[in-house]
């Protein structure tokens, strides 16, 4: 089982910057595509960015601000937040989609809640 927990979010002024992390722990025999996702009250959840063999994608209301990285060495997924805006007011999810034989399936953390607000 892929268990996955979130970290970093919290309160910030806009144009104000954070890093979120992803603890992916667990079974990782499988092979996965990682992303980001968020979640504003009120609307459904979106997506942010995903990392695949092809590159790292991103929508279009983050290009520019928001990088996703991964350190692989220690099993960790990061999304800096940079020049964030009120409208980035969300819970944020990590997500692991995992394939191969046997290994179908997605997975979610608990979320972490990113405020922007002056």
């Known amino acids: 089982q892929v268990r996955l927990a979130e970290s970093g979010g919290g309160s910030v002024q806009p144009g104000g910057s954070l890093r979120l992390s992803c603890i992916i722990s667990?079974?990782?025999?499988?092979?996965?595509?990682p992303s980001w996702y968020r979640q504003a009250p009120g609307k459904e959840r979106e997506f942010i960015s995903k990392?695949?063999?092809?590159?790292?994608t991103y929508a279009d209301f983050v290009k520019g601000r928001f990088n996703f990285s991964q350190d692989f060495s220690h099993d960790t997924l990061y999304l800096q937040m940079d020049n964030l805006h009120p409208e980035d007011t969300a819970t944020y999810y990590c997500?692991?989609?995992?394939?191969?034989?046997?290994?179908?399936?997605?997975?979610w953390g608990q979320g972490t809640q990113v405020t922007v607000s002056s």
């Open positions: 667990g079974n990782l025999y499988c092979s996965y595509d």
């Open positions: 990392r695949d063999m092809y590159g790292t």
């Open positions: 997500q692991l989609q995992t394939y191969g034989v046997g290994c179908e399936g997605i997975h």
